[in-house]
Nanobody, 124 residues
Framework: QVQLVESGGGSVQAGGSLRLSCAVS????????MGWFRQAPGKEREPVAA????????FYANSVNGRSTISRDNAKNMVYLEMNSLKPEDTADYYC?????????????????WGRGTQVTVAS
């Protein structure tokens, strides 16, 4: 059974930082690209960042580029999202997802396994 479990969300002041973690089990983690997506209240889910199977390739949404870093530890089956200089508009539920493929993509259609999410609230 494939499981993705996010952690690390919380409430922070604008300008603060958070590190989201996602523990993955039940699949060959080291062969799968991983992604982080978010959904704000009343808005559609949007991609945040993606990382290829080896960690060599990463992609970021324009809204977080330069403020966030996605990384992975294939030995621990973990993927991370470090977010800095947080803004109120970063407030959302953040979801970890495992891709069908090895290469990174920002398209949610390429992700077939999803976690339940972790909430991030940024106060102004």
């Amino acid at each position: 059974q494939v499981q993705l479990v996010e952690s690390g969300g919380g409430s922070v002041q604008a300008g603060g930082s958070l590190r989201l973690s996602c523990a993955v089990s039940g699949l060959v983690f080291s062969s799968k690209a991983m992604g982080w997506f978010r959904q704000a209240p009343g808005k559609e889910r949007e991609p945040v960042a993606a990382i290829g199977f080896s960690g060599a390739n990463t992609f970021y949404a324009n809204s977080v580029n330069g403020r966030s870093t996605i990384s992975r530890d294939n030995a621990k089956n973990m993927v991370y999202l470090e977010m800095n200089s947080l803004k109120p508009e970063d407030t959302a539920d953040y979801y970890c997802a495992a891709s069908t493929y090895s290469w990174a993509s920002m398209s949610s259609r390429e992700y077939n396994y999803w976690g339940r999410g972790t909430q991030v609230t940024v106060a102004s």
